[in-house]
T-cell receptor, first 114, second 112 residues
């Protein structure tokens, strides 16, 4: 079945540091890939997405590129801020069979210190 | 403003009692979903509904029940058969296939 593996946290960075959160997936065909962010005590918000190979999703300074050859969708940001502190989830939606369901990674908690 | 409302935000119940979590959306979305979140576990799908009066089991449906009598409402009942009900529950919706999900702000259920 479809699955998502993302790097375990927690990740602690200083403000303006470079961020990478790794995400790899297992799926048949060409799934759609997503990054969601969850701030403390809240639901999930869509951060960015990519629906086909080599697509780059971007939003609020975050980027991720859909790499079919390495089955990866790593999240990056060049300069993090304290306000980026949150839990980040990588997710996929299958291309066929069960495509209604989002499959999530376990989440990576990011803390950015001033 | 359109969105998804989950209530209450915090819920405490005694062991062995059934409890119902509310999820209401005014986005006119066809599909609705319930996820459970545990620390370090990510989100796991409990039930989903693609249309009124129809719903399907997700990956961890045992001990839960749902109904979809109205398009805007998708309540989740956590029954006494659920072995470990203490968790954070998230409701989501989307217009249909190919569209993104909108999440509610969640209900934290604690069973004592």
């Amino acid at each position: 079945g479809n699955s998502v593996t993302q790097m375990e946290g927690p990740v602690t960075l200083s403000e303006e540091a470079f961020l990478t959160i790794n995400c790899t997936y297992t799926a048949t065909g060409y799934p759609s890939l997503f990054w969601y962010v969850q701030y403390p005590g809240e639901g999930l918000q869509l951060l960015l997405k990519a629906t086909k190979a080599d697509d780059k999703g971007s939003n609020k300074g975050f980027e991720a590129t859909y790499r079919k050859e390495t089955t990866s969708f790593h999240l990056e940001k060049g300069s993090v801020q304290v306000s980026d502190s949150a839990v980040y989830f990588c997710a996929l939606r299958g291309a066929q069979g069960g495509s209604e369901k989002l499959v999530f990674g376990k989440g990576t908690k990011l803390t950015v210190n001033p | 403003d359109g969105g998804i409302t989950q209530s209450p935000k915090y819920l405490f119940r005694k062991e062995g009692q059934n409890v119902t979590l509310s999820c209401e959306q005014n986005l006119n979305h066809d599909a609705m979903y319930w996820y459970r979140q545990d620390p370090g576990q990510g989100l796991r799908l409990i039930y989903y509904s693609q249309i009124v009066n129809d719903f399907q089991k997700g990956d961890i449906a045992e001990g839960y029940s749902v109904s979809r009598e109205k398009k805007e409402s998708f309540p989740l009942t956590v029954t006494s058969a659920q072995k470990n009900p203490t968790a954070f529950y998230l409701c989501a919706s989307r217009p249909g296939a190919g569209y993104g999900y909108t999440f509610g702000s969640g209900t934290r259920l604690t069973v004592v």
